[in-house]
């Protein structure tokens, strides 16, 4: 089936539309109220795609006859078939994600659905080895696993820099061969997610003249809107965007989960403001504010989860300007905390030398948000609050953590660091942080 079978098979009018009319509420675009997914329409395809979109990153587990991690599948149909009843029919996977077996479970629970009623977003993700012959492979193989004879949104995966995307897309002729898929049709849409810094952003975007970018998928939240780990924040990023009329795909809206999990003052400064809402819905909102923006994924691994964010999006309730200033606020204030900007992405997994590289952040983060985080040498902390906390920490840590897994086991071997999309100095902080737990142990109470 040829793209423009396609586009006359799902009704596709609406392609000259620009990304300026994306807004909730009209009939072209947007949720008709009364509880109705807010839509964005695509100006290259014409595809009225929901402005939340499934991150297929984190599928429920549960445990084979033999004790071993498996997808959990009866729970993954199930969280699908919910989503799409609720509206939601962009779906987004990758070849690497869960061990490999991510696009095969995504594939088999949308299968059972028409195949006109979702988006199949998936990526190209030739890290290791970017030889023609695999990529072509991988490509094929998402194509079997998804059950279909095209795929509606196709990724280069992961890019951080020009020289990267030479040697994985441009060098092995896979850009050649990938033109001549969406030429027939087979791939509808094709883009790119990127992970670097700045100049990386605005070199690929340098391709645009040549490639035409069908969208582009980002970092973007409230923190990371003017106060990105890396120099190229998403206001940028998003902006150079939609002054080209290239639709915007969010990738960590809630920061791997750290938004809804804020630090206690920054929640009950959120709740104040806005009491009947989740904390998550905030960071939810500000993405599908700005226009530009096709869809925001989340994964959403638990049904409530996905009810929480249907709230937010069933319809879409942009937010004012006001609120943009209060969040900018907030985002200031969430900076002071020293907490690490992991989103728990996995890419830095498995550690060769068996930690729990995503496990030791999140405890730290989640013991910085809830103020069990002291400095063992300040004096002016009252004694029965330090040993509170300091307990809090070391008990919690060797809940959450397995011992053989800590941040001691680190020998600086830098392999994390090349995977991490977020450029964090992987071995400094785990250093970091196990200095702080032999601190807190050699602490007397």
């Not at 509808?188 to 690929?204: A, E, M, V």
């Not at 400064?269 to 809402?277: A, D, I, N």
């Not at 985080?373 to 809940?399: M, N």
Request: charged share 25%; net charge negative; hydrophobic share 35%.
């Amino acid at each position: 089936m040829d793209r423009r079978e396609f586009l006359k098979r799902t009704g596709a009018a609406a392609a000259a539309c620009t990304l300026a009319s994306c807004t909730r509420g009209s009939n072209d675009n947007g949720s008709a109220g009364n509880g109705e997914m807010t839509l964005r329409t695509n100006p290259n395809s014409g595809d009225r795609v929901s402005i939340l979109g499934y991150g297929c990153m984190r599928w429920p587990m549960t445990k084979d006859a033999g004790g071993k991690d498996i997808i959990d599948q009866e729970t993954v149909n199930a969280l699908v078939d919910e989503a799409i009843a609720g509206g939601v029919n962009y779906f987004d996977a990758a070849p690497v994600y869960i061990g490999g077996n991510c696009e095969r479970a995504t594939g088999i629970a949308l299968s059972r659905h028409p195949r006109e009623s979702y988006y199949i977003a998936t990526k190209l993700s030739n890290f290791s080895n970017w030889d023609r012959e695999n990529s072509i492979l991988m490509y094929r193989k998402s194509l079997e696993y998804f059950q279909t004879d095209y795929l509606d949104y196709y990724l280069l995966h992961s890019i951080g820099d020009e020289a990267g995307f030479r040697r994985r897309f441009v060098d092995n002729g896979m850009m050649d061969f990938l033109m001549e898929e969406r030429k027939a049709g087979r791939i509808r849409n094709l883009g790119f997610s990127f992970h670097g810094k700045k100049q990386g952003f605005d070199d690929i975007l340098a391709y645009h003249e040549q490639y035409h970018w069908d969208f582009v998928q980002i970092q973007m939240n409230w923190i990371d809107w003017r106060h990105a780990s890396r120099d190229a924040n998403a206001e940028y990023m998003y902006n150079e965007l939609y002054s080209r009329g290239i639709p915007v795909v969010i990738m960590e809206p809630l920061l791997g989960g750290r938004l809804a999990k804020v630090p206690d003052p920054v929640a009950e400064r959120l709740l104040s403001r806005e009491p009947s809402r989740s904390i998550a819905s905030w960071a939810f909102r500000f993405c599908g504010t700005y226009p530009g923006v096709m869809t925001a994924l989340s994964g959403m691994t638990y049904k409530e989860h996905l009810e929480d964010n249907l709230k937010s999006f069933c319809p879409l309730e942009p937010l004012s300007e006001e609120d943009l200033e209060f969040l900018e606020a907030t985002a200031k204030l969430m900076t002071e905390y020293p907490t690490v900007p992991c989103t728990a992405c996995q890419y830095c997994m498995p550690c060769p030398y068996g930690i729990d590289i995503p496990g030791v952040f999140a405890h730290y983060n989640k013991c910085v948000n809830e103020g069990y985080v002291v400095d063992p040498g300040d004096t002016t902390i009252p004694q029965r609050e330090f040993r509170k906390a300091r307990r809090a920490y070391l008990v919690s840590y060797s809940r959450s953590v397995e011992k053989i897994r800590q941040a001691d086991h680190c020998t600086g071997c830098g392999m994390c660091m090349m995977e991490c999309p977020q450029g964090i100095d992987i071995p400094s902080q785990l250093r970091r942080l196990d200095s702080y737990v032999d601190k807190l142990r050699s602490t007397q109470d």
